[in-house]
């Protein structure tokens, strides 16, 4: 029935989307052995047809509206998978925001899921694995979306994606802190190095060769195969560019646990944009990037030195004897593989510590600046235990139901009620959060589906007795910025503080709010915002609505269709949806006129595949 709806639709609706191209992705993921900083364990890369995999995955780049497809194989043998588009709203396509459990079941192993969503919001961001922690062991990417009338549109783009890595799989090493926790405030797991743009440099003096290798599967030992555990001196990094020349860096933090700051030996960054959202331009030297947050910063080459070449350095907030590096190379010097002699982070510069000071513009926005009146407010209290490593919000840890929210919200339409951390909000709503961190460790927290108001940000105070006094909403509302305050999908608590959001309801779906430690989202940091459950838009021709799915079954029923006829619909799926956005009777047809376009809708579908293998051709060491 649903087929031939689409390609009804479609044939009705095909002029309104001769503006937008289809960018069209096929990935298998894979096991490898790699080193990206000269250490060599397994790594999940993306095989994007090639034939050699790509760390981090390949870049998705399209322009504002475009129809976004990528089909992801999970060629993983024992684990299941899924991929969140980190940034897009994924309006009116909740069923692509790539949350396990949540949006959708798992890509089981040598299985296969399309997701197809529209290119929007405008901005820097990336996507990662949801399931688990799998993204620290590498799978994530660049995905940039371009604004077509982008006022810095003239500078060279210079996208760089950041994190920490280690040399433990990230589930090995979850279960280490499970069985020996450790109290929070610790760093754990110890930062080792950082790869920038996939590439770093470990020392490997450091390393206990025998002992890692005992540490290794003989899986992994047999991949490694006569290759060193470690490779000195791997090449970081490296930026050419030309003297007096502006360029825009795309900083992305897609750490697990650690935040940055970053910073450009000898140059001043002005900040330009923060999650995609345009702001009044800033300078600084240093800036905190935390967890999921993305900076577009603005740098002029006007500092060349005798060897030419300048540290690009992102220093663990914490420590900053803890840093890794790029290389800022003019191309005018001689040498093309000079380096920076070793130095500390240069002291006494100015710095951002958070959005507060950054100021959105009314550059190309859908969004109002000034905030609405919030007519609602939830509470958040996020604490973990360190007897164990609980991680909880509003003293409950977060279980997630082998059913997904979304799915159980469409297809009963009703609210999941029987979760913990589930809260149920009406189409609209002008929903304000207070998010009370008691703990002397700060937690970055993002919101699926939406961008939010930055109203504020403080410290506790501490009475005489120890007690804290917390945030009230009525007594402490003289202390928000209901004026312009930044706008973004990704803030950071600070230790011992609370901040203060809001966001407007306008997107039906069910959304996670979590902690982007991966950690401590792992243990259980995590909410939901369940929106207008009746409001939920059917799910595309083939998607996976499996009611029998059990945890550790080898297939799902309900997806038994080939991947070419799944690919064959995509267009007319993507165009139906666009129709029903624009329709009349559409409930959300006011909505979808603040969009200039017709195209934001979405295909899907889930398949079955044997295609996909155990390991890949890596790069060159």
């Given at each position: 029935m649903y087929a031939i709806f689409f390609t009804w639709i479609f044939l009705l609706t095909v002029s309104n989307l001769s503006h937008a191209a289809h960018i069209r992705h096929e990935w298998t993921l894979h096991y490898a052995a790699y080193n990206p900083d000269g250490v060599y364990r397994t790594v999940i890369s993306i095989d994007d047809g090639s034939n050699e995999f790509k760390f981090p995955g390949p870049t998705i780049?399209?322009?504002?509206?475009?129809?976004?497809?990528v089909i992801v194989h999970n060629g993983?043998?024992?684990?299941?998978?899924?991929?969140?588009?980190?940034?897009?709203?994924?309006?009116?396509?909740?069923?692509?925001?790539?949350v396990s459990y949540t949006t959708q079941y798992p890509i089981l192993p040598l299985h296969s899921f399309n997701y197809t969503f529209v290119a929007n919001p405008v901005g820097t961001h990336w996507y990662h694995s949801h399931t688990g922690a799998q993204y620290a062991d590498g799978l994530y990417g660049i995905l940039i979306i371009e604004d077509p009338n982008d006022p810095y549109k003239k500078f060279p783009d210079l996208p760089l994606i950041m994190t920490?890595?280690?040399?433990?799989?990230?589930?090995?090493q979850f279960d280490i802190l499970s069985i020996h926790p450790t109290e929070h405030h610790h760093k754990f797991p110890q930062f080792l190095s950082g790869v920038m743009n996939g590439k770093g440099r470990h020392n490997c003096s450091l390393i206990d060769q025998p002992l890692l290798l005992l540490n290794m599967t003989e899986q992994e030992q047999n991949q490694l195969g006569d290759k060193l555990l470690c490779v000195p001196n791997r090449p970081y990094e490296r930026f050419t560019v030309i003297y007096n020349e502006t360029y825009r860096f795309r900083l992305i933090a897609a750490g697990s646990e650690f935040n940055y700051k970053f910073s450009i030996d000898n140059h001043e960054l002005t900040v330009i944009a923060i999650d995609g959202v345009y702001v009044e331009p800033y300078k600084v030297q240093q800036l905190w990037i935390y967890i999921g947050q993305r900076y577009d910063v603005l740098v002029t080459m006007n500092q060349r030195s005798?060897?030419?070449?300048?540290?690009?350095?992102?220093?663990?907030?914490?420590?900053?004897?803890?840093?890794?590096?790029?290389?800022?190379?003019?191309?005018?010097?001689?040498?093309?593989?000079a380096e920076p002699p070793q130095s500390p982070l240069p002291p006494n510069q100015t710095f951002l510590l958070n959005s507060m000071s950054l100021v959105p513009t009314n550059v190309n926005t859908d969004f109002s600046l000034k905030p609405p009146a919030f007519n609602e407010t939830l509470t958040v209290n996020v604490t973990c235990l360190p007897q164990d490593h609980r991680c909880t919000i509003n003293s409950v840890i977060n279980k997630m139901s082998f059913e997904p929210t979304l799915y159980t919200m469409y297809i009963r339409?009703?609210?999941?009620?029987?979760?913990?951390?589930?809260?149920?909000?009406?189409?609209?709503?002008?929903?304000?959060?207070?998010?009370?961190?008691?703990?002397?460790?700060g937690h970055p927290f993002h919101l699926h589906g939406h961008s939010f108001y930055v109203l504020g940000v403080g410290k506790y105070n501490a009475s005489g007795t120890g007690e804290q006094t917390v945030f009230d909403p009525v007594r402490d509302r003289h202390t928000l910025n209901f004026i312009n305050p930044p706008y973004r999908d990704t803030e950071q608590v600070p230790e011992l503080s609370y901040i203060v959001i809001g966001f407007i309801t306008n997107n039906p779906g069910s959304w996670l709010f979590h902690c982007h430690i991966a950690w401590d989202m792992e243990a259980g940091m995590i909410a939901v915002f369940n929106v207008a459950a009746d409001k939920i838009p059917p799910p595309p021709v083939n998607y996976p609505l499996v009611t029998d799915y059990q945890p550790g079954s080898s297939s799902t029923s309900g997806s038994n269709t080939n991947t070419s006829s799944a690919n064959s619909t995509a267009a007319a799926q993507a165009a139906a949806a666009a129709a029903m956005m624009m329709s009349a009777n559409n409930p959300w047809a006011a909505y979808a006129q603040?969009?200039?376009?017709?195209?934001?809708?979405?295909?899907?579908?889930?398949?079955?595949?044997?295609?996909?293998s155990s390991s890949s051709t890596a790069p060159s060491s």
């Open positions: 780049r399209a322009q504002k509206n475009d129809i976004i497809e993983l043998h024992t684990e299941i998978t899924s991929i969140h588009w980190h940034g897009i709203h994924q309006l009116y396509t909740p069923w692509m925001d790539g920490e890595w280690f040399h433990r799989y990230a589930i090995d005798t060897l030419g070449v300048h540290w690009i350095r992102a220093a663990i907030t914490a420590n900053d004897n803890n840093q890794f590096y790029a290389i800022l190379h003019y191309n005018d010097t001689r040498n093309g593989t339409g009703v609210q999941q009620t029987t979760l913990p951390n589930v809260f149920n909000l009406k189409l609209n709503d002008h929903v304000m959060i207070v998010v009370n961190n008691f703990q002397d460790f603040q969009w200039n376009s017709g195209a934001n809708g979405i295909g899907s579908t889930a398949t079955n595949t044997t295609n996909g």
